[in-house]
Each structure stands twice: as structure tokens, then as C-alpha cells.
Nanobody, 126 residues
């Protein structure tokens, strides 16, 4: 079992920045890929970013490329999402998740992830 707790969400103006953190506990996640997803009001949850188990490979949704950066610290069992140049359309609940399989490259489908956090709200005011 893995527990995930997201933090760092909040209210920010357009163009601002936030850094989301995901603290994991329980089984080690250092050999598993990690991802961030989000669910905007009235929409389905969507892929945002993912990082390989060793942190060397990342992948992003087209909508956030060049603005968001995913990273991980396997010593601290933490995953981060640095979000810059935020837009109102980035408003959503953001979730971190652990891949089902070890030693994978970044993956972008919900079904490929086994454990999920409760989410943290990000609101970008126009």
C-alpha cells in the first residue's frame, strides 16, 4: 500500500506560479513512475505530467509543456510539480499517482496508475 498526500495548491493570479508537492509513504516508490493528473470543473480527469522511476525522463500534456516541470526526490519520497505562467484554464483539482508497474517510462493513462492522492485545489483567477 502507498499513501499519497498532495499539498501546495491555492489561489493565484493569472501568470503566477505554484509548486505542488506529493508526499508518499508506505511502500517505497523509488522504482515506480509517478504522474500528475487534474480534474477541472465539469470535466474528466486528464493527464498533466509524468516522470520515470529514476527521474531521467519526463512527459507532459501539450497544454502545459514549457510551463510545468515535474521532478522527484527518491530520498525524500516526494514528487513535485512546478507550475509557472498559470492560466485560468489550469484551474482544477490536481492529483498525484503511482504507476502500477516498476521501472517504466512516463505514462499518461489513468488506468496505468494504481495509487492516488486526494488532490489539491488550484484556482487561477483571471
Amino acid at each position: 500500500q502507498v499513501q499519497l498526500i498532495e499539498s501546495g495548491g491555492g489561489l493565484v493570479q493569472t501568470g503566477g506560479s505554484l509548486r505542488l508537492s506529493c508526499l508518499t509513504s508506505g511502500r517505497t516508490i523509488r522504482t515506480y513512475g509517478m504522474g500528475w493528473f487534474r480534474r477541472a470543473p465539469g470535466k474528466e480527469r486528464e493527464f498533466v505530467a509524468a516522470v520515470s522511476w529514476d527521474g531521467r525522463i519526463t512527459d507532459y500534456a501539450d497544454s502545459v509543456k514549457g510551463r510545468f516541470t515535474i521532478s522527484r526526490d527518491n530520498v525524500k519520497n516526494m514528487v513535485y510539480l512546478q507550475m509557472n505562467s498559470l492560466k485560468p484554464e489550469d484551474t482544477a483539482v490536481y492529483y498525484c499517482a503511482v504507476d502500477r508497474s516498476p521501472f517504466t517510462n512516463p505514462r499518461g493513462r489513468e488506468i496505468q496508475y494504481e495509487y492516488w492522492g486526494q488532490g489539491t485545489q488550484v484556482t487561477v483567477a483571471s
